[in-house]
């Protein structure tokens, strides 16, 4: 079993966008529109933030937004905000019913 | 409001046991895939175990498999993970979540440590 593939690092300034690549295989990323993005702060428990590809949770701002291409999923922040920065996993359900986690990226707010 | 509160972890030896617990509050447990997902120190997001709402179906990352066995009570509204053969690498923090494929409800974790 292999992780889903994404960036270690991205940046941006305030007010700027970014996108966060999740890289996959057509037996998840590919296969199912059920990939998810979390956020996790340090020391913090993971928050929900796009669930099924594009879909964002109650109270989540629109500045959020997910799509998805072939076996590649995209996270994509605009209006970067200074609280934004954080560590950002992918998440995608499996052809083995499992779920693959991508290794993470940390996104710094410079 | 929803609450997830897991329990149970600690300090164990190499090839020793630990039973975690995860008590949900503010939803109707038994409509809810359940989840163990876990952090090692530094380290990220893995997914461990997940179970079917009526428990009759479970899920398992390779590497625990055969060591792990999840299960839950839903009278209890309550989620277990029965853990043996822990290994070194087995330490992390382990989380408690709702669903599978997305996890909207999560627990703050319970670390679990494997040393001598």
């Known amino acids: 079993q292999s992780a889903l593939t994404q960036p270690a690092s991205v940046s941006g300034s305030p007010g700027q966008s970014i996108t966060i690549s999740c890289t996959g295989t057509?037996?998840?990323?590919?296969?199912?529109?059920?990939v998810s993005w979390y956020q996790q702060h340090p020391g913090k428990a993971p928050k929900l933030m796009i669930f099924e590809v594009t879909n964002r949770p109650s109270g989540i701002p629109d500045r959020f937004s997910g799509s998805k291409s072939g076996n590649m999923a995209s996270l994509t922040i605009s209006g970067l905000q200074a609280e934004d920065e954080a560590d950002y996993y992918c998440s995608s359900y499996t052809s083995s019913s499992t779920v693959f986690f991508g290794g993470g990226t940390k996104l710094t707010v410079l | 409001e929803v609450q997830v509160v897991e329990s149970g972890g600690g300090l164990v030896q190499p090839g020793g046991s630990l039973r975690l617990s995860c008590a949900a509050s503010g939803i109707t447990f038994s409509d809810f895939w359940m989840s163990w997902v876990r952090q090692g120190p530094g380290k990220g997001l893995e997914w461990v175990a997940s179970v079917k709402p009526d428990g009759g179906e479970t899920s398992y990352v390779d590497s625990v498999k055969g060591r792990f066995t999840i299960s839950r009570d839903n009278a209890k509204n309550s989620l277990y993970l029965q853990m043996s053969g822990l290994r070194a690498e087995d330490t992390a923090v382990y989380y408690c979540?709702?669903?599978?494929?997305?996890?909207?409800?999560w627990g703050q974790g319970t670390l679990v440590t494997v040393s001598s």
């Open positions: 057509s037996s998840d990323v590919g296969g199912y529109n059920y």
């Open positions: 979540a709702t669903g599978r494929a997305t996890s909207q409800y």
